[in-house]
Nanobody, 119 residues
Framework: QVQLVESGGGLVQAGGSLRLSCAAS????????MGWYRQAPGKQRELVATITRDGITNYVDFAKGRFAISRDNGKNTIYLQMNSLRSEDTGIYYCNADVLVVGMWRQFWGQGTQVTVSS
């Protein structure tokens, strides 16, 4: 069974930085895209950024210029470097991965890591 485990969340002051990590286990390699989503209190989960196995990235507008997603295929791990954090970046950050399992694409989610930005 594929498992995604996020780490690196915490409490940071506005303007500070955090680096999130997401490691996939239970699979030899993650064949599809991986990404980060977040969910603020009382809001729906939203996309932050994605990265393909080849390193092609995609960011939503609020992440452009402040966040950077990267991927280490050898470790089945992705990272999210978050700079210039704002109070509105507070939320639970989830890792997501598309994995080819027995010839079928399946999507997996991590448990999430809390990010709190104090103003």
């Amino acid at each position: 069974q594929v498992q995604l485990v996020e780490s690196g969340g915490g409490l940071v002051q506005a303007g500070g930085s955090l680096r999130l990590s997401c490691a996939a286990s239970g699979v030899s390699f993650v064949s599809g895209a991986m990404g980060w989503y977040r969910q603020a209190p009382g809001k729906q989960r939203e996309l932050v950024a994605t990265i393909t196995r080849d390193g092609i990235t995609n960011y939503v507008d609020f992440a452009k210029g402040r966040f950077a997603i990267s991927r280490d295929n050898g470790k089945n791990t992705i990272y999210l470097q978050m700079n210039s954090l704002r109070s509105e970046d507070t939320g639970i950050y989830y890792c997501n991965a598309d994995v080819l399992v027995v010839g079928m694409w399946r999507q997996f989610w991590g448990q999430g890591t809390q990010v709190t930005v104090s103003s």
